[in-house]
């Protein structure tokens, strides 16, 4: 699991990237990307596991990519 945690770390500057995308308040971008990053560690290990076995990084990315858009642009 630790290699896992490494490699959502790395992905942090790709998360504020995408963040941007969606606003420009840069508190509401270190907030998400933050929240996202506790999402991660909380997250069932057996899922996020399988989502890495399954699709790697590129699947950590986008499941993140889904999770950022949805924290960003939810009304509650």
């Known amino acids: 699991m630790t290699e896992i945690y490494l490699e959502i770390s790395k992905l942090t500057d790709k998360f504020r990237t ?18 996202l990053m506790l999402y991660f560690l909380q997250m069932n290990p057996d899922t996020l596991r399988s989502i890495y076995d399954k699709d790697g990084v590129d699947g950590i990315t986008r499941y993140g990519a889904v999770a950022l858009r949805r924290a960003l642009t939810s009304t509650r």
Do not use: C, P
């Open 18 to 35: 995408m963040a941007f995308g969606l606003t420009t308040d840069e508190n509401k971008i270190h907030e998400a990307v933050q929240e």
